[in-house]
Structure formats: structure tokens, C-alpha cells
């Protein structure tokens, strides 16, 4: 690591770089249909998104002190994901959905079971039309009511790229030094 250099431009190269590999394994995982893996892709897509806007939303040197924190591989003091995520999703209006579903698939949890059990009827009616009705509004399907866990995998990739194309723009907001007011949140 260059001494001289700012740990914003390491932290945005960080998260760059996670966002990179995270495409690449999308598109193997996509090839092979592993939906467990490709939804946990996701979950960790949307951290790297959650994250960033979390920083835009703090001051200047809350904001330095949690990128000098990533920077240093170290976690982040007095941050919750639920305080990040409830941020993101003022934002965003999908994010809870996508978030929880996602974290289901880094916890060993039912939803593995995904080959034998429909992973969207294990979910509460409310979750399940909350994440089909993002679904359809943001990338066009699965249009059927009674859709079930394998409709839902072939919107995966565009799933990714909504939630990759976002970080991007906030990474951009967050290298020009920006804030996102408590309106835009």
C-alpha cells in the first residue's frame, strides 16, 4: 500500500474491486443456476451499496473514520446493518426486501433447501409480495401470482445490475465528495 495515498481512493478501490468479482461470479454462477450462491452475490453486492450510502449520510469525519476503519480491515464502531440498511431503504424503497431474502442465503437458514422447497412459500405473504412486486416493477417479472423461487432466479443478473449500477453512482457521489441530505434519505 502507497503510504501517500488517500484512503478514500483505497476505499473506493476496495469496494470497486468487490463489485468486479462480484460480476464475474454472477456470471458463473448464472452459467451453473447455483440460485443460493447467485442470491448470496446479491446480499453482498447490496452491502458494498448499503455502505456507501450509509457514508454519504455521515459528516466529514465520521465519514473519514469509518473509511480509515475499512481501510485498516477493521469493523465499523456503533453501526448496525439494520442503521444502514433502514438509511438505504428511504432511499431506495427496495432494499429491505432484497437485503433480508439475500441474508437468508449467507446464514445457513431453510431457504437452502431451495431444490426441494419453494424458498418464496417459506416466507411470510407480506415478504413475498414485497420482493415479487419489486421484482416486476424494477425488472419486468416474474409476472405470474403464484411465481415460485425458480420464475424468480432468471431476474437474478438484472437484479445484480440494478444494485451494482446504484453503487456505482454513489461510489462517484462519494469520490466527489458529496453528502446526501436527510431529504434525499
Known amino acids: 500500500m502507497n503510504a501517500t495515498e488517500p484512503q478514500v481512493v483505497i476505499f473506493l478501490r476496495q469496494v470497486r474491486n468487490r463489485s468486479h468479482e462480484h460480476r464475474q461470479a454472477m456470471n458463473l454462477l448464472t452459467s451453473a443456476r447455483l440460485a443460493g450462491q447467485m442470491t448470496a452475490i446479491l446480499r453482498q453486492e447490496l452491502d458494498s451499496m ?10 466529514v469525519e465520521r465519514r473519514t473514520l469509518l473509511i480509515n476503519t475499512s481501510v ?14 433502514d438509511i438505504a431503504q428511504k432511499l431506495q424503497g427496495w432494499t429491505q426486501s432484497v437485503y433480508k431474502f439475500g441474508c437468508a442465503f449467507i446464514h445457513l437458514s431453510g431457504l437452502h433447501d431451495y ?20 421484482c416486476r416493477h424494477y425488472h419486468g417479472g416474474p409476472m405470474q401470482d403464484d411465481a415460485t ?37
Open 50 to 59: 448499503v455502505r456507501v450510502i450509509y457514508l454519504l449520510t455521515q459528516t
Open 72 to 85: 485498516q480491515g477493521k469493523k465499523w464502531p456503533k453501526v448496525t446493518d439494520k442503521e444502514m440498511v
Open 115 to 134: 431444490k426441494h422447497r419453494d424458498p418464496l412459500h417459506l416466507l411470510s405473504p407480506e415478504e413475498r409480495s414485497a420482493i415479487l412486486q419489486h
Open 149 to 185: 423461487f425458480d420464475d424468480l432466479i432468471s431476474f437474478f443478473p438484472r437484479v445484480f445490475e440494478k444494485i451494482s449500477s446504484n453503487l456505482g453512482c454513489y461510489l462517484e457521489a462519494l469520490e466527489r465528495g458529496e453528502a446526501l441530505d436527510d431529504h434525499e434519505t
